[in-house]
């Protein structure tokens, strides 16, 4: 199985400013997905991270406010940009592995709260 | 658009017993997977089980198993023998096929009590 390493695990930030969250597996991986969690809601698709290419975004969310790089198959980066305290919420970036159909992978998720 | 249903926003078991969880699906699709995610307090999304729409027999892992209505879009699983440790939000997720995104209902907080 994969391991995910995404970072940073939880971070308070200020409104106004922006947080880059990072993704890393080490296993190769077909697709990338970057997702929302607002406090006691269902997770949310922001986008499907392709790489060396624009990401594509789902209705509601922009890439002004949620930059995202792929420069290679196994890194992926989010970025919340010009935080509000509307922004709070749970990140968690998703891969598929290649050579299987097996459900999603999950990184560990990234806790943030904008004061 | 896929939309997924979970009705029950609670459950409630005690150890030992069996629960089973509801999900109603829409879709249009012929080809399309289910899966069944388990969030813990620690928010790790853990695979619990996933069927996929062309096998007509029921999906199974250990204590879990799911019962898998293709007509009537219905997606249940249940829990045999639970246990503390599957106090949890329950996600049903519906996927079109390789290379799609996750689609999440909204979940359904299992408490388990001994």
């Known amino acids: 199985s994969a391991v995910i390493s995404q970072k940073p695990s939880r971070d308070i930030c200020q409104r106004g400013t922006s947080l880059t969250i990072q993704c890393q597996v080490d296993?190769?991986?077909?697709?990338m997905f970057w997702y929302r969690q607002q406090p006691g809601q269902s997770l949310t698709l922001i986008a499907t991270?392709?790489?060396?290419?624009?990401?594509?975004?789902e209705s509601g969310f922009v890439i002004d406010k949620f930059p995202i790089s792929r420069p290679n198959l196994t890194f992926s980066t989010l970025t919340v940009s010009n935080m509000s305290p509307e922004d709070s919420s749970i990140y968690l970036c998703?891969?598929?592995?290649?050579?299987?159909?097996?459900?999603?992978?999950f990184g560990s998720g990234t806790r943030l709260t904008v004061v | 658009a896929q939309t997924v249903t979970q009705s029950q926003p609670e459950m409630s078991v005690q150890e030992a017993e069996t629960v089973t969880l509801s999900c109603t699906y829409d879709?249009?699709?012929?080809?399309?997977?289910l899966f069944w995610y388990k969030q813990p307090p620690s928010r790790q999304m853990i695979l619990v089980i996933r069927?996929?729409?062309?096998?007509?027999q029921n999906a199974t892992e250990n204590r879990f198993s799911v019962n898998f209505q293709k007509a009537a879009k219905s997606f249940s699983l249940k829990i045999s023998d639970s246990q503390l440790g599957d106090a949890a939000m329950y996600f049903c997720?519906?996927?079109?096929?390789?290379?799609?995104?996750?689609?999440f209902g909204k979940g359904t907080s299992l408490l388990v009590t001994p």
């Open positions: 998703s891969v598929e592995l290649a050579g299987g159909s097996y459900g999603y992978t």
């Open positions: 296993s190769q991986v077909t697709m």
């Open positions: 991270a392709n790489q060396g290419s624009e990401a594509t975004y």
């Open positions: 879709t249009s699709e012929s080809d399309y997977y």
């Open positions: 069927q996929e729409a062309y096998k007509q």
């Open positions: 997720a519906y996927r079109r096929g390789s290379g799609y995104a996750l689609n």
